[in-house]
Every structure is written in C-alpha cells, then in structure tokens.
C-alpha cells in the first residue's frame, strides 16, 4: 500500500509542479428527496478544463478548480443534472450541499458516431447507453456476456467451448444473407471483432474447429465507463460501410473528472461449475440386445466397438469383463482389459456390471477465475492522465483449459494551451491458454465420448491414467478404440494453444481556431498477432502417427481521421453545428497454417519431424476505404432538432484491376427530434416527452478479391511453391449492398420520471445482397459472386424504466428491455429459388446437415433438415415391421431466431446494501441438437430408460395399397424399444431432434456492501475512500424445456458460426464470486 501510495504522489507531482493558484470547492450531494447522500455523483467545473470529481459513499466531494471557473456541473444516473453557481467571491468554498432531482436528466450527454457527445433529447434516433459499472458488478470474462439483457434490440450468445469462448453479438436481428456483425468502436478508434478458426478439414480426419475467441473479448472491462449501442442506420451512418449492422461504442475511463491522484484497486474471485448436464438413465449399460462383452474395444468382444447402451441391465448382479476389468499377465503383474497392446488378449477377469450415475459429473472439475486491476489517474490543468493494469487467470471446469489474460492500458489528454488539445490512449493485451478445447462433431471434442457415447457403467477414474504401461507416449489406454479416444489423453496431449499479442489505441489533437472552429485530427491503430500450436500424440484416433499444424493470424488495421467543426453564431433561436471530415481506413489480415498430418517421432512437435508432406494453407486480404463525410445540426427554440448527414465511401474491395466504377457510394441519413412540452400544456404528471423519427441509406461492402480471379496457395509440389486459381468465380460488377431504413419513437416520462417509456418501431430494406450461388462443377468453379435478393425487417423496441420505491430507507429501480424482430425474405437473386446461407454437418451428405435455407416469403433463420415420410393428411407412414420410414426430402422444421426477447433489471439500494438483479428471457425459435440426437440413439437419455419387453407400437399407419393408390389403415405392429429410440432419434434425421430454444435465465446476482470515507475513517482502513464487498453470482438458473444442456448455443461449422445448432457442446458456466473494490 505504501509504494502504491509513493507512486502515486510521484506521477502527481509530475502534472501539478506546473499548476497555478486553485481553489477548494467541497461539499455533498444529497438526494433532494430523501436527503440522503448520492454515492458516484459526477461533480465538473466545465471552466476549467475537465477538471471534476467523484462523490464517495457519503456523498462527498472535494476538488481544486482554477479561477475563473463559477460554477459547477452535477450528474448522476437517474437524476436530473444541475448546473450549480459557486458565485464571483474568491478564496474556499467548503461545505456546500447540492441536492439533485430524481428522475433522468433531459439533458442526459450520450456518445453517438464518430464519438461526438450529444444530448439525447436533441437525437432523431435510438440510443442506449450502459454505464461500465452494470458491466463489472458481476463481471464476465468476456464483457460482451455482460450486455445480455441490458440492451433491448442486442442479443448476444455465448460460446460454447468454456472461459474464452466467442461471444456472438446482433443488433436488430439478422437482415444480411452474409454479415451481421456490428461494428466495434473504442475510444473512436474502430477494433476487430472476427473469430478467426483454424483451417479444418469436413471430413472424419484432420484438426477440428477450435474457438480461440472474439477480438472484443480483449477489452478489459475494468477500464470502460461507458457503453452506447448505435442501433439504426441514422445513428450509425456517420461510420459508414462498416457500420450498416450498428455499432457498439465504447468509452473508457480518464482522469479528467478526478483532481490530483486517484487510486483503484478491484480483486474479483470466481468458482466456475458446469451449468446444466444431460439427465442420463442408470439402468442399462454398454452393448446391444442386453449384451456387452469387453476384448479389444475393436469388436472382437461382444459390441465392445460401439457403445450405444442397451446392454445388460445395471446393478443386477452380473460380472462382466470390461476395459478396466484386470489381467494377470504370465509374470503375475496385473493390466487393464483395455491395455490390448501389452496383455496381447490374455483373458480379462469378470468384474460387477455396475451403474456410475456421476460419471459425467466426475469428469469435470471446480474451475476458479481471478482478476486483478489497479489504476491511477489524475490531472490538473495542463493534462490529466489514467494508467491501468490487469490480470486475469481462468482454470477452466474442463480439465487442462485455462485462460490468461494482461491488460495494460494508458489514456492522457494534455491541454499546453487553452487551444490546442492533444489526446492519447494506448491499450496492450497478453491473452493466451495452453489448451482450447476442439468445437464440433467428432472424436477430438471431449462431449463426442462422454456425452453422446459414454456407457452408464463406464468409471470415469479408470481413465485418468491414460497410458498403456510401458507404451507412454506411444498407445493410449481407452474404452473404446475404434472411435474414440480417452477424454483425459485428448485434454493433456492433443492441446491447441495460442499466444496474442494485441496493441490498439489512437493520438488526436484538436485546436480551437476561434470560438467557433475547431479541427480535430486523429490517427487509430489495431494490431494483432496471434500463434497457435495444435499438437495431436500418437495412437490418437484422428492421427494414428501423431500430427501438428501452426497457424499464425495477423490483423492490422489502420484509420485516419480529420474533423472540421464549426458552430456559427446565427443569432435568433436558430442554433446551427456543422461538421465536415474524412477518413481511411486501411486494413491487412493474414491467416496461415502450416500441418503435418503423421509424425516420423512421438512427442517431437515440430514441422521439420513430419513424416509426410508439409501442407500450407496461406490467406491473405488487404482492403482500402477512403471516406468522406459531414453532418449538419440545428436546433430551434431547445424544441425541434434536425440532423443531416452524408457520407461517401470508395472501397478497394469493389474495384478491379481495369475499372473503378463501382467502389464509391453514397449514403445519406435525416432524422428530428420534438420536444411537445416545450411548446404545448401538457398534463403535470408529464415530466418529458420527445417523439423522433428518421430515415437512413447505408452500403454494405464485400470482402476483399470477389471482383477479380486471385491465386491461391497450394502445398509445394518437389520443393517448389505451387498455386491455383481460386473456385469461385469472381463478379467484376459487384455494387454494394444497400440498406435503407426508417424509425420513429417517442420517449416519456411521468410522475416526475419514476415511469418511463421508450419506445422504437423500426422498418429496414437491404437489397443488392451479396452473396456466394453455387454453379455447375463443369464450368471449373464450384460457386459464383452475384448481387441479387431482397430481405425487409420490421422491430418494435421498448424501455420502461421504474422506480417503484424511492424513500430514505429503500431506493428501488427497474427497468425492462423488450425486442422483437421479423426479417422476411422478398426477392432471390434471378433463376434462384432457394438459397443455402449456412449449414451444419456430421459428414458430407444431406441426411446428416442442418440446413439454413432462404426462399422468397421465408425468413432469415429457417431450419430445413430430413425427417420421416408422412402422408398427405400429416401422419406418419411406417414400414411393415411397423418402424419409420425415412424421408430425404428437405422440410421446414423451424427458425432459430426469437419472437421476442426481454431482459428485466432490478436494482435495491437499502443502507449500505446494494442487492441487483437480471433476468433475461429469450421467448420462441427452434435449435437442432446433435448432442440429444447421439445420446437419444446411444440409449443415454433418461427418456430411454423405459423399455417395456413388449416394445412400442408407434402411432401412425401403413400403406396396405400401392404407392400410386395407397390405402392406409391404422399400425398395430410393435417394434423393440432399442430399435425404436435408434430409428426416432436419429441423428441423420433432424425432424424429432428440434426443440423449443426459449428460456428465462437468472443471468446475474449481486448484493454489495459499500462503506464511505467517514465510516472508515474510525477503522484501521482508515485512509481510504471507499471500500466495497460483493457476493455475485452468474447464470444461476434458467426455465427451459430442454433439461440436458444450456439452450443458448451456436455451432461451428469450418470457419463459419452457425445459429440454431447446438453441435456436442460443451456446458457452460454458473458462477460464484466475491468481489472487493478499494479506492483513495
């Protein structure tokens, strides 16, 4: 505490040897109600440069304000700002009491495009602003999980692979066939937010996809103060092309609102269980027909080379030879059964045929995450400064993954005159894990064995050692050897690791040519780079011989900015704000990954001890947009409010090597905002009203190289490098998509702001999509660019804000954020009558893929997939022996997106408690589950514990007629419950393996003590400012009709994330932690 202390006096010393003659102004802000003290109240000399304070837990403030400045500028969330006179009189102006107005402030400063402070009663259009602190009071690893319910229109989704997993943003839902994805923008410097997955191959061999995470995931939490979610055109137009899907800015923290030195220490502590595991039944065990016979695991037992479980029953008494059942070897040592390398099929010794209820539950362990941040900030007149660090370890609950993860950050601003202003922030991030576990369908992910195909009587501690004695680094010791592998051996030795190094931040300065004209200048960076290592041992089942592959990402953009504002003095009522200015944007990212797929020497992972040809898989994309833009404000009388705005972009990515006609386009936006009370009597019980509206165009361009035929890299053929030109045949004349979009909404208030309503209903057209149609093999090329297809939207977004309590004793707020979305699709490109946008797959053929197909009148988000023959009148049609018929014909079976989505927070102040609450529901949309449909035909789900001897009679009927005259009469033929479950929930068939995806989630807990400054001061804590403790907790619960996994999923499928799918996931999180947050 003490260096701490030091240190920070020193860097204090450093910006304050220069300041001139201050003055104390101190005092508290009070509720004007209650009278009680408003802990974090934002207390601004605006005079002076920035120079602020917070208030601490009793209210209190104190600061050093240069003279000259007369009065002060007071805020705080769910209060109406004040501005408060101090009065000509020099020298101290100590113990003021300043009370503040419940209710929102009309005045209320939000950050809208191109990081411009506006006040939202002046905006045409929807904005929502979260305040960092709803952001860490139950802090996410990744602080995109944190907004989940908090925005209405936003929905995010969280990965499935464990602590770091992608989180999955959308704003307003899905209108583009190819790209949804919002723009990221910190500190008015746009980031990347791609997930980048490894090159894998579709087929039963090779690497698997692996979810090394999102780009915003790097964003240290601790450092944001603000969030706001640009949701329409209009509000994003000014950021252009990159931008048609919204944008989520994010502010972070300076020191400007804090004179002197400021100190801030948070410790957060997380233990990290699985969520929700599948309900499994106990009673039958490994095998077919009620028998089961461990030899080899390769099928010369009894089924011991699959392991659907319908065999003998459990608990009944019976011995049987199992893969951990011992073998006497001649020297009188004892082996495993499954240890077929060194017994060589010496008999296995009988052992009882028990049930293991928790050997799923065994599997998994306590995970734990821990985050530390320190920062300090502080100022005086010539600058201020805020310097930050963190650190993040995550153990996950999967064995042998983790997360790690350092924060470095620096943000300054220096004002030399009371013209010039020149701005810096610098952020560097160190995330790295030594193992991600493999996503998907497929032996290398852990959930293929363990859930689909685990036996009930399988002992998960019988697979800890995970070596067959003697054959350490060579043979690994399983249950099964013929499609799987030891859970355990894949997690410590087929690892995929990654190391990122990340810089991103910008340098800006602004000057004030005269009260009137300003211009700003500013220059962004994002830089990454990132080196990942898959390692695969010997005996694996994918690499017999072992294999590795290196793959190196790198992405860097840069922008550059000018800014030209100007705010002539019209005079009259009139207030007119005019802004020009111009950026580029240039940007390079490269993924290449280099395989071996056999290895000469076990455990030597390097590429110079592949025993096979080196493959190398290089892409590499260089884009250019350069832009230019303005927007024009006025306001008239403080009651009517007109943007204009205008931006052209011409984009690299729409020119060819002869013509450059298509690479520019323009988008402009209008939008008004009305404030009726100013002009008419309104009822006293209205405190505000302002309606809005808007109307907006914006382009959408391409990746880059879809206009012109590019090479691409091949393995080296004798040596030498080899290329071929790329499959997909290029369009010269591809334009920009275009979404044009209109809005109007209303936010009121009543009762002296304890209700609000904002309200939104959105309409939104994009045509002119560019998408990928796939053209004959002959033609040389397997898919062709186009432009062609029409999708319209419609949303209706509402905020009500409350404040049920509000009295000395309880301060009680709520507030629900309700979304729904339609997007329908009006026209296809010309001669095409449907469309596949994304898919999901076991193996490359119909009968095993999730299909995600658009056709006109259809939806975005469509599920088609293969089920079982019906007749005309919609029963099902079985075969003689009474079973299901299979039907390859694609069917409609759902869509994966939501009817509505509503997130509910409540928040209860009493003394020094803080008790919060967040409920998040998620109502409507289907998911496919390919977790469910392998364990349904395994025989593992407890639905297939009742298995009569009798077997069932499926309800349905049989064509006793010919298939051109059928005549159907009722069934009444039984068939085995083993074969049924097998044929009802096959995974080649996706009909009964759709589910309901709703669920209403307890997201977040949290309850906070919070001590002052005064009640410190009589403690040995005295010296501090405040100190904090929090109990939190995270997904607690969820209501849903699927008990066996987290209905929140999205599957990966090679390079691309597909909704809607839920693909041998791995369980997500519930959290519990403590929290202790300390400044001075």
Known sequence: MLRIRMLATFIGLLFSVVLPAQTTVSGTVIDAITQEPLIGASVLAPEGADVGSITDIDGNFSLEIPEGSNHLRISYIGYKSRKYNLGAAAGAKEGLVIALQPGTSLGEVVVTALGLERDNRELGYAVQQIDGEALTDVQAVNFLDNLSGQVAGLQVTSGATGVGSTSQIVIRGQTSFTNNNPLFVVDGTPINNNTIINLTNEDASGFQEVDFGNGAMDVNPADIESVSVLKGASAAALYGTRAANGVVQITTKSGGRKQGLGVSFNSSFTVDNPFQLPQLQNTYGQGQGG??????????????????????????????????????????????????????????????????????????????????????????????????????????????????????????????????????????????????????????????????????????????????????????????????????????????????????????????????????????????????????????????????????????????????????????????NLLVGGNRFDQTAQNTQSQALTLAQPGIFRLSNAASPVEIFDQVA??????????????????????????????????????????????????????????????????????????????????????????????????????????????????????????????????????????????????????????????????????????????????????????????????????????????????????????????????????????????????????????????????????????????????????????????????????????????????????????????????TENRPDDGFVIEGVQNTGTSDNPVYTQNT????????????????????NVYDASYLKIREVSLTYRLGQQQLDDTFLDGLGSLSISLTGRNLYAFTEIPHFDPEQFAIQGQSIVGGVEDISYPSARSFGINLGVEF
Do not use: C
């Not at 608990?315 to 017994?343: C, E, K, Y």
């Not at 990942?532 to 010997?538: P, T």
């Not at 884009?623 to 024009?632: D, E, F, P, Q, T």
């Not at 939806?859 to 088609?864: L, V």
């Open 622 to 943: 260089d884009k250019r947009i350069n832009s230019v833009y303005g927007l024009a404000k006025f306001g008239y009388k403080d009651f009517l409010f007109l943007d204009v705005t205008g931006r052209n972009d011409w984009s690299s990515a729409l020119a060819t090597p002869t013509n450059a006609d298509n690479t520019s386009f323009f988008y402009p936006s209008v939008s008004l905002s009305f404030l009726p009370k100013r002009v008419f009597d309104l009822p006293d019980n209205v405190s505000f009203l302002q309606l809005r509206a808007n109307w907006a165009q914006v382009g959408n361009d391409t990746d880059p190289y879809r206009t012109s035929s590019t090479f691409v890299a091949q393995t080296p053929f004798g040596g030498e490098p080899t290329f071929s030109e790329q499959a997909v045949l290029a369009a010269p004349g591809l334009v920009p998509e275009k979404t044009t979009s209109a809005e109007a909404g209303f936010d009121a208030r009543f009762i002296d702001d304890r209700i609000g309503l904002d309200v939104t209903y959105y309409t939104q057209t994009t045509e002119n999509q560019i998408l990928s149609l796939p053209v004959p093999s002959s033609s040389g090329y397997s898919e062709q660019i186009v432009n062609g297809g029409k999708v319209s939207a419609n949303g209706l977004e509402a905020v009500l804000s409350l404040r049920p309590v509000w009295n000395n004793k309880i301060k009680w707020t709520s507030r629900f954020n309700f979304s729904t979305n339609k997007a329908t699709v009006d026209e296809l490109p010309e001669g095409t009558d449907r469309f596949t946008l994304a898919f999901s797959r076991v193996y490359n053929s119909v009968n095993q893929t999730v299909f995600f197909i658009v056709e006109e009148g259809g939806e975005i988000g469509d599920i088609w997939g293969t089920g079982y023959l019906r007749n005309d009148d919609g029963d099902l049609v079985l075969n003689s022996s009474g079973g299901f018929i299979e039907d390859n014909n694609l069917k409609k079976l759902g869509n994966s997106n939501p009817d509505f989505i509503l997130g509910f927070q409540n928040n209860v102040r009493f003394g020094n408690f803080d008790l919060g609450v967040l409920l998040d529901w998620r109502q409507g949309g289907e998911l496919v589950s390919r977790t469910l449909a392998l364990a349904g035909v395994a025989g593992q789900l407890e639905e």
């Open 973 to 992: 033929t039984a068939v085995s419950a083993e074969s049924f479950y097998r044929s009802f929930y096959n995974r080649n068939h996706e009909e009964n």
């Open 291 to 576: 028998q089961f016979e461990f030899v080899d695991g390769l099928g010369a037992g009894i089924s011991d080379n699959i392991t659907y479980s319908y065999g003998p029953e459990l608990d009944a008494g019976l011995n049987i030879a199992q893969f951990d059942s011992p073998v006497t070897l001649p020297d009188g040592s004892v082996v495993r059964g499954g240890d077929v390398a060194v017994h060589g099929g010496l008999p296995i010794t009988p052992t009882p045929w028990v049930s293991n209820p928790d050997n799923l539950k065994d599997f998994y362990e306590t995970g734990t995450t821990a985050i530390n941040s320190l920062a300090i900030s502080g100022g005086g007149d010539f600058g201020d400064f805020r310097l930050s660090a963190s650190d993040l370890r995550s153990t996950s609950y999967i064995p042998g993954v983790n997360l790690k993860r350092k924060n470095i950050s620096g943000k300054f601003s220096f004002r030399p005159s009371d013209k010039l202003r020149v701005n810096a922030n610098i952020n560097y991030i160190n995330t790295n894990s030594d193992n991600r576990p493999a996503a998907g369908y497929g032996s290398e992910n852990i959930g293929y064995s363990l859930t689909a195909w685990y036996g009930r009587q399988t002992n998960t501690e019988s697979l800890r050692d995970y070596w067959q004695p003697g054959l350490e680094g060579t043979q690994q010791y399983s249950f099964n050897y013929t499609f799987f592998d030891n859970p355990f051996f894949i997690l410590e030795e087929n690892r995929n690791s990654f190391n990122r190094d990340r810089l991103f931040g910008n340098v800006s300065a602004s000057y004030e040519f005269t009260s009137t004209l300003k211009a700003t200048i500013r220059t962004g960076m994002d830089y990454s780079n990132e080196k990942r290592q898959f390692l695969r041992n010997f005996s694996s089942n994918r690499f017999t011989q072992g294999g590795y592959a290196e793959n190196d990402v790198l992405y860097r953009e840069v922008n550059t900015d000018f800014l030209l504002d100007y705010r002539p003095n019209v005079g009259g009522e009139i207030s007119v």
